[in-house]
């Protein structure tokens, strides 16, 4: 695929990265290729959320190496709502796409989601068999259910990291979750306000390096705590196209 085959011509390209020292260097020399690949005007911005180890050293060092990619660092860690408004808002792209800094996804599968870029606002790509334990893909699949509930929405797989989104809709999204409550808040949001969805199967791939923070204790009661209380917020108050 080439840039004529789609409505992307550019491209914002971020990861949130929280303790990924492993995973980091490999992520973004794969999107590097990708990108390459794809012929797109793009842009790297790597959002080293208050990480503990050598996350943060490694992104500044791969940013004077390449004039395409930036690193932002939050001090301390603001949680992963925090990295991913970090990510928008320093978006410069007519497009941005965002994936997890974990590689769980593949980057070639970008590929995929561009070609929706010409009927949708939004393209998600969710999960085909993924690569969690069981635990895990059950409070997954119960939180999706409760928060499209709560919220009025519909969309497979409301967490999967894997998505394209028309840079300009988050001018008018007041994005207000900080933990794990961000993409249902964006999906609701956007959906209220008008913006449309599209959607495309993805492969997961099991984590091969660090350590998940997703299914910590604090971060589930975070995103609990968030949802009663933007509940009202969304659904009342819809933001303008």
Do not use: C
Not at 32 to 41: I, N, P, Y
Not at 71 to 90: E, I, K, M, T, W
Not at 184 to 198: C, D, P, V, W
């Amino acid at each position: 695929m080439s840039v004529v085959d789609t409505v992307v011509k550019e491209l914002t390209v971020f990861f949130p990265f929280y303790n990924e020292q492993e995973n980091i260097e490999r992520l973004v020399k794969q999107a590097v290729e990708v990108l390459r690949r794809l012929s797109l005007d793009y842009e790297i911005i790597l959002v080293n959320d208050g990480s503990r180890d050598r996350t943060g050293i490694i992104a500044d060092r791969l940013a004077r190496q390449n004039p395409r990619i930036k690193a932002v660092h939050h001090h301390p860690n603001r949680g992963y709502g925090a990295a991913l408004q970090s990510g928008f808002r320093h978006a410069a792209k007519e497009w941005v796409f965002y994936t997890d800094g974990d590689g769980q996804f593949d980057l070639n599968q970008l590929e995929l989601l561009l070609p929706l870029a010409g009927k949708y606002d939004i393209v998600n790509g969710y999960r085909l068999h993924r690569q969690d334990g069981l635990l895990r893909k059950i409070n997954a699949a119960g939180w999706g259910w409760l928060v499209k509930k709560l919220l009025h929405f519909e969309a497979r797989d409301v967490d999967s990291a894997f998505k394209l989104y028309r840079r300009k809709i988050f001018d008018h999204l007041p994005l207000k979750s900080t933990g794990a409550l961000i993409d249902a808040e964006i999906l609701a949001r956007a959906k209220h306000a008008g913006y449309s969805l599209g959607q495309i199967g993805v492969r997961h791939l099991p984590r091969t390096a660090g350590a998940q923070t997703g299914s910590n204790i604090k971060v589930i009661l975070r995103a609990f705590r968030e949802l009663i209380k933007l509940r009202r917020d969304i659904l009342v108050h819809p933001p303008p196209r």
